[in-house]
């Protein structure tokens, strides 16, 4: 009888450790589909506010301007005229690309407009400013939210004291076979602390790094008295 008794309780206790076991299973399903559910609203409120933003100016009534603007240029200056196709380009890419479906474009489609961004604002400033940039690495192979580092470096550009060649605007991107570093360093304009830390475009970078690559990124960002620094490290 006792052996029986025995039988029957290690046989109860197998069973209950097979209901939490299929418990824990449902749970976990639960948690993932929780998740998963998180970050397709995240996405859809991104892509709503890009939207909205894409509402408020009538992106193909501002490109079929500039295409009057830069054939009408063309009998001026050609100078003029690239100009105008550069800032014509940068705002169809800024304005197309953030609706992609995984929230991706290459590396090397974002450094192509961080690139003509750069000449906008040499334009726009006469040179006046000064840009340490330097990029290492294969930019074909890797996937970046759009505008992430655009975005940083135009924050540069506007609350930024680049005019000083002792303190240039610093832009370093590095690549790996398996990583993207990216550093923006600026010394700083005054009373911008406030500014800085609480600026909406860095908390929608944030946002889509966290949709695009969740768990697999990282931001330090230094905000001392004189100097603002971004530094993001993403791994595949």
Avoid: W
């Avoid at 930019?139 to 940083?152: F, G, M, R």
């Amino acid at each position: 009888m006792e052996l029986i008794e025995r039988e029957k309780r290690i046989q109860k206790i197998k069973e209950e450790k097979h209901i939490l076991e299929i418990q824990k299973k449902e749970q976990e399903l639960k948690n993932g589909e929780l998740i998963q559910k998180d970050l397709l609203a995240q996405k859809e409120k991104i892509q709503y506010q890009y939207a909205f933003l894409r509402a408020q100016i009538n992106p193909h009534f501002l490109y079929n301007t500039l295409n009057v603007l830069f054939s009408q240029a063309l009998l001026l200056s050609e100078d003029l005229a690239n100009n105008i196709m550069k800032l014509s380009d940068l705002m169809r890419y800024s304005l197309n690309n953030v609706e992609t479906e995984n929230m991706k474009v290459s590396l090397q489609q974002e450094i192509d407009n961080l690139k003509t961004l750069i000449e906008i604002h040499h334009l726009r400033f006469s040179n006046s400013k000064f840009i340490d940039y330097t990029l290492n690495g294969d930019t074909e192979n890797h996937l970046i939210p759009p505008l992430s580092i655009i975005t940083v470096v135009e924050n540069a550009f506007k609350y930024g004291e680049l005019s000083n060649p002792d303190f240039p605007l610093i832009i370093k991107i590095v690549t790996t076979c398996d990583s993207i570093h990216f550093i923006c360093k600026n010394k700083k304009k005054k009373n911008t602390v406030e500014i800085l830390s609480n600026n909406l475009g860095l908390d929608n970078v944030s946002k889509r790094l966290d949709f695009a690559f969740k768990n697999k990124y990282r931001i330090n960002i230094t905000n001392d008295d004189d100097f603002y620094t971004f530094d993001l490290t993403i791994k595949k």
